[in-house]
C-alpha cells in the first residue's frame, strides 16, 4: 500500500545543460532544487549551483539558458556539487519536468561515478498528459500558461525559475489529479 502522496517530500529539480545530449559529451552547467512538504512549497530552503563543464558552453546553449563560459568559468565541477545535491535530497522523492532529458544526464555522471543509487522521479509531463489528455503539447511554457502560472520570459531556462514553475505545477497537479496522480518512474544504477 502506498502512503498518500499529501504526506510525502518532493525535491524539485532542473538542469540546464551544454545541449541535448549527455551521450555525445554535453555537460550540466547548472543545478537548482526546492522542496515540498505535502503541498507547500519552499521557496526558501533551495540548492542551486552553475557547474563548470570543463568544456567551452555552446552558443546555441547560452541563447537558450543565458549561462556563458565566464559565468561558469570559477564554478565548482559537477563532482563537488552533486554530493550536495544528494545531500539535499535525501530520502525525498525527485520532481522534473521531462524527467527523462534530467535523469539522463544524471545517470551519465553515476555511471562514470559507479554511483549505486535508486531515485524515484515524477515527471509533470505526465500529470499533464493525465490533466489534459486532449492536448498535445506538454512543455513548461504551454503547462504554466493551461494553469495560469505567471513567469517572466527572461528568467525561463535558468534552473531556479524551471523549479519554482515546475513545483506549482506539481502541486496544482497533484490536487487536480487527486487519487489518479501518475506512479513514480525507477531510475538505478
Known amino acids: 500500500m502506498q502512503l498518500s502522496l499529501a504526506i510525502d517530500e518532493f525535491v524539485v529539480f532542473d538542469l540546464e545543460t551544454t545541449g541535448l545530449s549527455p551521450w555525445a559529451g554535453d555537460e550540466i ?3 537548482g532544487a526546492m522542496k515540498i512538504f505535502g503541498d507547500q512549497i519552499d521557496e ?13 558552453i555552446p552558443d546555441e546553449a547560452t541563447k537558450v539558458n543565458g549561462i556563458s563560459n565566464e ?15 544528494l545531500d539535499f535530497v535525501g530520502g525525498a522523492y ?10 539522463s544526464f544524471l545517470m551519465k555522471y553515476m ?15 505526465i500529470f499533464s498528459r493525465r490533466c489534459f ?7 513548461l511554457d504551454v ?28 502541486v496544482r497537479m497533484r490536487e487536480m489529479l487527486g487519487d ?10
Open 29 to 31: 552547467i547548472e543545478i
Open 44 to 56: 526558501v530552503n533551495t540548492f542551486h549551483s552553475l557547474v563548470n563543464p570543463r568544456r567551452i
Open 71 to 85: 559565468m561558469v568559468a570559477n564554478a565548482p565541477f559537477f563532482e563537488d556539487v552533486f554530493p550536495k545535491f
Open 94 to 103: 525527485l520532481v522534473a519536468q521531462n524527467a527523462k532529458f534530467d535523469m
Open 111 to 125: 555511471m562514470e561515478k559507479q554511483i549505486r543509487r535508486e531515485m524515484e522521479v515524477y515527471d509533470t509531463v
Open 133 to 139: 489528455p486532449e492536448e498535445t503539447r506538454h512543455n
Open 143 to 170: 503547462i504554466c500558461n493551461r494553469l495560469n502560472l505567471a513567469f517572466n520570459a527572461n528568467e525561463r531556462h535558468r534552473s531556479m525559475e524551471d523549479v519554482r514553475l515546475t513545483a506549482h505545477a506539481f
Open 180 to 189: 489518479s496522480c501518475p506512479s513514480r518512474e525507477r531510475w538505478e544504477i
